[in-house]
């Protein structure tokens, strides 16, 4: 009886000492679990410091249109840039080539009327679908995302290639176009419309600007609610006869002078069709100046809303939407350039820049510190 009481004994301490071993063990496994992962943690963290030390000392050249430049916040060109045009000359697919052995990669931007997709001005020398501008080159393998201006994208980039309704216009500096009050406002409105030829002739700047459709809503504005415009470009075209005394035509403006002018008008005039969203309308809201626009517009679109302006769709309704406006400039009820501040300028749009970018393009092909990076820009 004694004798098994302490076999049984030395059994129990026996399995005790098992468990404690077992308890012991699993400790020392934890433990070195979690320094081998803090060691390969500190080893990726250093391969990928060291990676971005490698990819920061990438030589990023400066390149013009049709490429542009992008920048981050602190004013460095990182290894990514926007092809905004198509390849008009052999020498640009050269300079990509020569871009792309240095790791730099590329991004889509429409900035010219409808590319990525085939040009519709008839004046353009890119409407010819056989112009080696198409026939040469897939833009899309030569791109790594896009960002574009339009309400229907699908109908210009493929529907599963990445894409961000991002546009130049966007990135208008709000901090530089300031609104002066003093000015006494001695427009009612301003319209752009270069001239093309001395002869008034039909062409390129006619057709994206919408002119045959301009000289009759100049007549509405002028014949039925008398306001006076300032026409920057087209000296040479003939006006309504109601607009004669009421319209102040000027030439080709140096940009300095012309940015003034939107401290003097009260809304900007807009019945552009072909047009990959004008600057100067951005660059107009920041002046607090409304717009009336085109619906038709291939971009800037996306910038009018009950704050900011009103749209038109052609002339059957042009003159109950220009109504609409003046009676909303003369109550006060817009807040173009707070709408325009909360939503786009260069913070706004950097951000999300840099979310597409980042999107589109891993982190281990880029030259920028993202824990340092709060946005980018366009170099324009």
Not at 202 to 230: A, D, H, P, V
Request: glycine share 4%; net charge positive.
């Amino acid at each position: 009886m004694n004798g098994q009481i302490i076999n049984n004994f030395i059994k129990i301490n026996k399995n005790r000492k098992f468990i404690l071993l077992l308890i012991v063990s699993f400790f020392f496994l934890l433990i070195t679990i979690n320094i081998l992962n803090k060691y390969n943690k500190y080893s990726s963290n250093l391969i990928v410091k060291n990676d971005l030390n490698n990819r920061k000392n990438f030589i990023v050249p400066d390149m013009k249109r049709p490429f542009l430049n992008i920048y981050d916040n602190n004013d460095n060109k990182i290894n990514v840039v926007f092809i905004t045009h198509p390849f008009t000359r052999d020498e640009c697919f050269k300079k990509y080539n020569e871009a792309k052995k240095k790791g730099v990669l590329f991004i889509g931007m429409s900035s010219y009327m409808e590319f990525p997709g085939h040009i519709s001005n008839p004046y353009d020398v890119l409407h010819n679908k056989n112009d080696k501008a198409w026939t040469d080159y897939n833009y899309f393998d030569l791109t790594e995302g896009w960002c574009h201006c339009f309400r229907h994208p699908d109908k210009y980039i493929p529907n599963n290639f990445p894409k961000s309704l991002i546009s130049e216009s966007d990135f208008a500096d709000f901090n530089r176009h300031v609104p002066n009050n003093k000015i006494e406002k001695v427009y009612d409105f301003i319209y752009i419309c270069l001239k093309d030829n001395e002869k008034c002739q039909n062409g390129w700047q006619s057709y994206n600007r919408n002119w045959e459709l301009t000289e009759k809503c100049l007549n509405i504005m002028c014949n039925k609610f008398k306001l006076k415009g300032l026409l920057i470009g087209r000296v040479n075209c003939k006006l309504p006869n109601s607009c004669h005394n009421l319209m102040e035509l000027t030439d080709f403006v140096e940009y300095k002078k012309f940015i003034k002018y939107f401290n003097q008008v009260k809304f900007i005039f807009v019945p552009n069709r072909s047009d990959a969203s004008p600057r100067v309308l951005t660059e107009a809201m920041c002046y607090d100046i409304p717009a009336l626009i085109n619906y038709n517009i291939l971009g800037g679109w996306k910038y009018i809303n009950k704050d900011t302006g009103i749209f038109f769709n052609d002339i059957n309704n042009f003159e109950f939407r220009l109504s609409q406006l003046l009676e909303k400039i003369g109550n006060g009820k817009l807040n173009v350039r707070n709408n325009f501040i909360n939503n786009f300028g260069t913070i706004n749009s950097g951000k999300k820049l840099l979310k597409f970018i980042t999107k589109c393009i891993p982190r281990t092909k880029l030259n920028l510190d993202l824990d340092k990076v709060e946005y980018l820009k366009p170099g324009i």
